[in-house]
């Protein structure tokens, strides 16, 4: 994933993106593109990276950027 290379965070914090990151995926309609979870994971991981931690925050953000996304 790009622009993620140096990035770094506490346990906790990728406890929280983890359960954003598997609710956002349970809400894709089958079949899930691999392509659409890099999305939602790059998305989750911008927005804890600028400080959010709640993780219905973080999922509803990702997708909402997923429906933003050009296709």
Known sequence: MK???????????????????????????EPVHS?????????????AHSGERDPIVLQRLALLELQLHPR
């Open 35 to 47: 392509h659409h979870v890099q999305l939602i994971a790059e998305a989750i991981l911008r927005a």
């Open 3 to 29: 622009d993620f290379a140096n990035a770094s965070f506490p346990p906790e914090v990728i406890s929280v993106m983890e359960q954003a990151l598997d609710a956002a995926v349970a809400t894709l309609p």
